[in-house]
Every structure is written in C-alpha cells, then in structure tokens.
C-alpha cells in the first residue's frame, strides 16, 4: 500500500497516512489523514492549502526514507502554523 508517514502537529502521533484532507469550519480548518485522523490545525483554509501544497512537493520531490522492510515511503512533519 502507498502512503506517506505524517508526524502531527501536536507531535504526539506518527500516521501512515493514505488519504489526507482538509475541513474547513469557518474560523480555522484542520489537515485530516485517513479516517478523520486529525493531524494539524491552521488559522485559514489557505494556510491549510499550503500545508497540502508542501506535502504533495515532498512526495514529488522524491525524499524518501527506507524501512527496513526495503519498503519506501515518504516522511513528513506538520508545520505549527
């Protein structure tokens, strides 16, 4: 399964995440992965975007990490704001 390791915002989870996406409420939106696992908190929706952005370049960019499975998968930690 593809997928990207994600460390929250919070910093208290690390989520392999296959599905990541924003809610917007308004006053702030939450970055979400997979089953509405909430992984970061931003003041705008834009700001939100921009965090998404981020993590689609870093999948882009090809920076990878190598488990010892000989599996690859991408990292990536959640900026505070």
Do not use: C
């Not at 390791?5 to 939106?29: C, E, H, M, P």
């Not at 929706?45 to 920076?63: F, N, P, Y």
């Amino acid at each position: 399964m593809n997928g990207i390791w994600i460390r929250s915002q919070d910093k208290k989870r690390l989520i392999f995440a296959t599905n990541v996406y924003i809610d917007d409420y308004g006053n702030f939106t939450l970055v979400k992965a997979n089953s509405h696992i909430r992984i970061g908190e931003y003041p705008t929706k834009e700001r939100a975007l921009q965090v998404l952005d981020e993590i689609h370049a870093r999948i882009a960019s090809g920076t990878i990490e190598a488990l010892e499975t000989g599996t690859w998968h991408i990292v990536y930690i959640m900026p505070e704001s």
